[in-house]
């Protein structure tokens, strides 16, 4: 069982917007303002899509926001393309011992 | 361009050993923190361990602590990771990552390797 909560799948039609939770913990994701996510498309990498809460890197598009509230994050993803199908992970600091966390992953359809 | 090139997986027996590897190149290595991360087949994303520049500070996730070790060179731009007692539940992919300079903490990577597989089956 992974350490931070998400749901299994989502869907959405092109053009539509989908949130993705993350939930955690008052020692994940409450508790610090580092939370990151990524997409990961069938047998490739991840790539990172939002850090820190609700930073994007250079080049990601502003299509994809986060959020936070208390122990839940989110990943809003507006204007759905066919591209944006993958999984998705929430990612937390938590502190010492544990430092890092992953969520389990949520299978998003377009 | 920022590469980041694993190694040393393959088929163990349970209870052997590994030395994953991470070729890096195309920035400063001995700038940036470093993380492993691993993914079981079908599964989801699972840290392993992070390092820090200069190795000062090691972290291992909870439940790996004792069999994992971590370690750099920075003169061979190089992230290797030691596997001992392996169990059949590390079969995994094992991703070596980059933590941003941008990043406040190890728990965000901007470049990824394309992993290596490892198996642990009799």
């Known amino acids: 069982q992974s350490a931070l909560t998400q749901p299994r799948s989502v869907s959405g039609s092109p053009g539509q917007s989908v949130t993705i939770s993350c939930t955690g913990t008052?020692?994940?994701?409450?508790?610090?303002?580092?939370v990151s996510w990524y997409q990961q498309h069938p047998g490739k990498a991840p790539k990172l899509m939002i850090y820190?809460?609700?930073k994007r890197p250079s080049g990601v598009p502003d299509r994809f926001s986060g959020s936070k509230s208390g122990n839940a994050a989110s990943l809003t993803i507006s204007g759905l393309q066919a591209e944006d199908e993958a999984d998705y992970y929430c990612?937390?600091?938590?502190?010492?011992?544990?430092?890092?966390?992953f969520g389990g992953g949520t299978k998003l359809t377009v | 361009e920022v590469q980041l090139v694993e190694s040393g997986g393959g088929l163990v027996k349970p209870g052997g050993s590994l030395r994953l590897s991470c070729a890096a190149s195309?920035?400063?290595?001995?700038?940036?923190?470093m993380n492993w991360v691993r993914q079981a087949p079908g599964k989801g994303l699972e840290w392993v361990s992070s390092?820090?520049?200069?190795?000062?500070?090691?972290y291992y996730a909870d439940s790996l602590r004792g069999r994992f070790t971590i370690s750099r060179d920075d003169a061979k731009h190089s992230l290797s990771l030691q596997i001992n007692s392996l169990r059949a539940e590390d079969t995994a992919v094992y991703y070596c990552?980059?933590?941003?300079?941008?990043?406040?903490?190890?728990?965000?990577?901007?470049?990824w390797g394309q992993g290596t597989l490892v198996s642990v089956s009799s």
């Open positions: 990552a980059r933590v941003p300079l941008y990043c406040s903490t190890t728990s965000c990577c901007d470049s």
């Open positions: 195309g920035f400063t290595f001995s700038s940036y923190a």
């Open positions: 390092i820090s520049p200069g190795s000062r500070y090691i």
């Open positions: 008052s020692s994940d994701v409450a508790g610090y303002k580092y």
């Open positions: 820190d809460v609700t």
């Open positions: 990612c937390s600091y938590a502190g010492t011992p544990t430092h890092v966390v």
